[in-house]
């Protein structure tokens, strides 16, 4: 018996792992979707932004516990036979890609912890373009170029309408300046 239930375990981790890849990328494209939609700033994007860093990490922890067996040498060879597999060219770098992307989703989070709501908003249009950029890149091929059947049409999808939201926000972007100090006169 031991064994079935170590069975059902290892599929609802491996469910979770699906789940919060999923997560992450849906979290991404609503929070771009409701900083590009709001009308009055608010502190909803930033929970959804943060609720798809946590699920990034999770996700980033859930892969090297089921598929990698904590292993970051397996994980390297698996991420560079499936570019490989897909593209033609071996990746071994591409695990690295992984970790800065969730290194760049944590300090924009911390970032945007920092500078408030206001602030964040006021960020230069450079900046909006490396961090969204990048996000795009990393949700095309993690939604659509990286998965299988049916689910890549959902990963275009999402990468279709945070494409839309971050051009929508690039042009709503006001520029920073810094608050003016009240003269003591």
Same mark, same amino acid.
């Given at each position: ?20 890849? *999923? !997560? ?80 760049? %989703? ?5 970032? %945007? ?15 909006? %373009? ?19 059947? *049916? !689910? ?24 920073? !300046? ?8």
């Amino acid at each position: 018996m031991p064994f079935a239930g170590s069975h059902v375990h290892e599929v609802l981790k491996a469910a979770l792992l699906i789940a919060s890849s *999923w !997560t992450a990328l849906g979290c991404y494209a609503s929070a771009v979707t409701a900083l590009a939609l709001e009308k009055a700033v608010s502190p909803l994007p930033r929970r959804i932004w943060t609720a798809g860093c946590l699920s990034y990490f999770a996700h980033m922890l859930l892969a090297f516990d089921v598929a990698y067996d904590w292993s970051h040498e397996r994980a390297v060879a698996d991420i560079a036979i499936q570019s490989e597999s897909l593209s033609g060219v071996s990746a071994p770098w591409g695990l690295w890609i992984n970790y800065a992307y969730g290194a760049v %989703w944590l300090v924009d989070l911390l970032g %945007w912890v920092r500078v408030g709501e206001t602030g964040y908003r006021r960020r230069s249009i450079g900046v909006h %373009w490396l961090v969204h950029g990048f996000f795009l890149f990393m949700l095309f091929n993690g939604g659509f170029v990286f998965v299988e059947r *049916w !689910t890549r049409w959902i990963g275009l999808g999402l990468f279709l309408v945070s494409l839309w939201a971050v051009c929508r926000l690039s042009g709503k972007l006001k520029p920073w !300046t810094p608050l003016r100090q009240k003269s003591s006169s």
